[in-house]
């Protein structure tokens, strides 16, 4: 069919259309006029290129950022105004006649090539025009193509595609649910899913051996810049009769295809290592590691509980060590009132002179013999740094995951060229809520723990493993994913000992109850975060580069207005009564 505003894009013309009569559209992103001549250039999706015209007056009226259409003849650019920096650098499109399209307002909220520096929240309301930045524009197709490249994949492993609801039931599956209120049915709400969780087991019990799809998933969770608001997408996955070793295969084989094709670093090689959560959580103070940093955290509990330093009797204590810091003191100071700011009672450092002798505010503490198995413990050498930190149990895995960070970052240790890799698994099955002095599931409560049902006793809640595992990468949670509990035995017991009655579980989870009492298959699997393997892949400090149309860093859409207020009938039709 013939387009009636262009008969090639800007972007595709080049010498071998020099002399031939040519129709463009697009936005105008530039006008020089120099009295004589307008010289304009014109964007569309494909690229830039320049049109002039000797008709100034008839172009007066056109505005940066409006659309048009024009035709002309394509020529070569005089001798020494060509751009080597433009694609269609070398010729020019002199106008024989032009259409305005659609208008634009003489004052831009912010410059389109620019508009990155603008303040997120112009960006946002004015998004249409932020998209028009071709580094911006970039990272929505970007996105496109390698989700394209994902589906492709997943299919090429025999995958089937299925959607699953986006109105759902409500169910407690750790974060905050958007509800939504029945018109038909007074006071009864449905949901958006958090996750097509529940769903995607209830395929596999309906006999569908492999399954994805590109999931959108709904949470009430404050946003962060790795994290969006309300609404994000993750590749669901799920197989039946499946081990984790079958999904680790699967989840190695995308990230380190996807990772390999479409960033520009060095990918861990296969397999990733993968690591206990009970280590990572000693080793690196978290269950999301950065393994760029060679930095180790090593528990020194056991020595200095031995000193005569009270602190270190009752509580837990930590060390990192590190190797040669050219710093003046005040830096030590910062360092330690970093530690003060996140909670953390106080920081103590060794540092270790030519002689193996200690410099330090506690070595007075220290006898011979502790100091020998310090150097022992934490591999020191002359000239190296032990920074110490002591706290209760609840706090101090994640002070020394954050100093581990803090040193990593602030001495330059961390290595940038590479996507570092790994797998996190053996998670506890529970966790204990001081506030609510009751056991809560630490992960996914439909994870399958390890030894089955001989494993579920009240007495040991604290050593119960779940078959759960997380990919890790760059510091960054990736994906979660877990062997699914398949068992309606094992399932009330789990939930039973989480607080919840048979009555509970049969009311919150009715599908999942009925079905695995109709021979539900052993099942496993996980869901990478799209949005996320998008923002590393680009180097993006703030995941909303990624999406099209965002939320901002305050859950407020400028752009659509929202969230609003509904008018009085639409309240009234859905039995909602809002008071002051």
């Not at 530039?30 to 569309?44: E, K, P, Q, Y």
């Not at 994805?212 to 962060?224: H, V």
């Not at 002359?382 to 110490?388: D, E, K, N, R």
Request: charged share 30%; net charge negative; aromatic share 12%.
């Amino acid at each position: 069919m013939k387009n009636l505003y262009r008969t090639i894009y800007c972007g595709d013309v080049d010498s071998k259309n020099i002399g031939e009569n040519i129709k463009l559209a697009g936005w105008v992103k530039d006008i020089r006029n120099l009295g004589s001549l307008v010289f304009m250039t014109l964007r569309d999706e494909t690229g830039v290129v320049q049109v002039i015209s000797e008709e100034v007056d008839k172009l007066k009226d056109i505005t940066r950022e409006s659309t048009i259409t024009v035709t002309g003849v394509v020529r070569k650019r005089a001798k020494g105004m060509t751009n080597p920096n433009m694609k269609t650098g070398e010729i020019e499109v002199l106008i024989s006649s032009f259409e305005i399209l659609g208008a634009a307002l003489p004052i831009l909220p912010f410059e389109i090539s620019r508009s990155k520096e603008a303040f997120e929240d112009t960006r946002l309301k004015y998004r249409y025009l932020d998209l028009r930045n071709p580094e911006v524009h970039e990272r929505i197709l970007f996105r496109s193509e390698v989700i394209d490249f994902i589906r492709k994949t997943m299919k090429e492993m025999h995958f089937t595609e299925i959607q699953t609801p986006i109105i759902t039931a409500s169910s407690p599956e750790g974060a905050r649910d958007f509800i939504i209120p029945s018109r038909k049915y007074k006071g009864k709400f449905y949901a958006l899913p958090q996750a097509p969780q529940i769903f995607k087991q209830l395929l596999m019990c309906s006999g569908f051996d492999r399954y994805f799809q590109i999931a959108p998933c709904f949470r009430d969770e404050d946003p962060r810049s790795d994290r969006l608001y309300g609404e994000f997408y993750q590749l669901d996955l799920e197989m039946a009769f499946a081990t984790e070793e079958e999904v680790y295969d699967v989840g190695q084989k995308v990230f380190y295809d996807v990772f390999s094709r479409f960033g520009n670093k060095k990918v861990s090689s296969l397999p990733f290592r993968r690591i206990p959560y009970k280590e990572a959580m000693l080793k690196y103070g978290t269950d999301k590691p950065d393994l760029r940093n060679p930095l180790i955290i090593e528990d020194i509990s056991e020595i200095l509980a031995k000193s005569s330093f009270e602190p270190f009797k009752c509580n837990l204590a930590r060390g990192i060590y590190v190797y040669d810091i050219n710093k003046p003191n005040s830096w030590y100071k910062s360092i330690e009132e970093y530690i003060k700011s996140i909670g953390g009672s106080g920081l103590a450092y060794i540092k270790v002179n030519s002689d193996m002798s200690f410099k330090s505010s506690i070595d007075k503490f220290l006898d011979d013999s502790l100091r020998k198995d310090l150097i022992d413990k934490c591999h020191l050498t002359p000239g190296s740094t032990l920074f110490v930190l002591a706290d209760t149990k609840n706090k101090i895995d994640k002070l020394a995951g954050n100093l581990r960070i803090k040193l990593g970052t602030e001495l330059e240790l961390i290595d940038n060229s590479k996507y570092e890799f790994c797998i996190i698994n053996d998670f506890p099955m529970f966790e204990y809520n001081e506030e609510e002095k009751k056991w809560d599931f630490s992960h996914n409560p439909f994870s399958m723990p390890q030894g089955g049902l001989s494993a579920l006793s009240a007495n040991n809640l604290e050593n119960v493993l779940a078959y759960q595992y997380d990919f890790v990468c760059n510091g960054y949670e990736m994906a979660s994913g877990a062997v699914r509990n398949h068992s309606i035995e094992i399932m009330k017991r789990a939930f039973k000992l989480a607080g919840y009655n048979e009555h509970d579980v049969e009311t919150k989870f009715k599908s999942l109850y009925t079905a695995f009492q109709y021979g539900a298959p052993p099942h496993a699997g996980m869901a990478p975060g799209i949005d996320r393997i998008l923002m590393l892949l680009k180097d993006e400090e703030n995941i909303r580069e990624m999406v099209a149309f965002p939320f901002g860093a305050n859950c407020i859409d400028t752009m659509m207005g929202c969230p609003s207020e509904i008018f009085e009938e639409q309240l009234k039709e859905a039995h909602i009564k809002i008071e002051n």
